[in-house]
């Protein structure tokens, strides 16, 4: 078990990190303007499980491999921005089906399809997977009873309950701000293109030049 000192000290910078919006805020918040606030959250759950079996195969010591070769982070981190576009173009063509599916004229996403696409975008964010690697084993106490890999899975564990609550309230913020826009057809045509456009250029910013987390 790490010392008081080290949880608190990773607790803060994960925290500082967290709450700046990168690609796990931006891509539920687009979501939630998109298709709305239940795909947001079930979005958010998926992403929490893809950051979840990275963290464990950071703490078997992949995150060294990917951290120190170039051609594994580039490879991670083009297949995650590569599926972000894709949702997003989608989430664009598909922008005048919103006002259908409030009318009960179109049925959602099934909830496992939506967990899965967040599953699959947060298990390729390298941008996660750089942190993990290397900012998590600065923080392992050396003095401690516990092995290294256990204390790695426990700042990665108080990351993971910190991205959960400033994620729950980025998509309800969203979500209540579409339910706002759905009043008129326009408006919700306007803002489900706009989440897909955002999603886009969520994935070519990452595509470029990578993204805070």
Do not use: C
């Not at 005048?96 to 399809?113: N, V």
């Not at 897909?196 to 805070?212: E, N, P, Q, V």
């Amino acid at each position: 078990m790490p010392s008081a000192h080290h949880l608190i000290a990773f607790a803060v910078t994960a925290l500082v990190i967290i709450v700046v919006p990168g690609p796990s805020v931006l891509f539920i918040v687009g979501r939630a303007l998109a298709v709305g606030r239940r795909e947001a959250v079930l979005t958010m759950v998926g992403n929490t499980l893809g950051a979840a079996v990275m963290l464990v195969l950071i703490a078997a010591g992949l995150g060294t491999l990917i951290a120190a070769s170039a051609i594994a982070l580039t490879i991670v981190k083009l297949g995650g921005a590569a599926y972000l576009i894709y949702l997003g173009v989608h989430a664009f063509r598909t922008r005048k089906s919103l006002a259908q599916a409030l009318a009960g004229e179109a049925r959602p996403s099934s909830g496992r399809k939506t967990v899965r696409q967040g599953f699959l975008v947060g298990v390729t964010n390298a941008k996660t997977a750089v942190f993990f690697a290397a900012a998590l084993p600065q923080f392992v106490d050396k003095g401690a009873s516990s092995p290294a890999w256990a204390q790695i899975l426990l700042f990665g564990l108080i990351f993971t309950l910190i991205a959960l609550a400033s994620d729950s309230i980025w998509a309800f913020v969203a979500g209540t701000a579409r339910e706002w826009f759905a009043r008129s057809p326009r408006r919700l045509e306007l803002v489900g293109g706009t989440g897909g456009l955002m999603i886009i250029g969520l994935g070519t910013s990452i595509a470029i030049s990578g993204s805070k987390d």
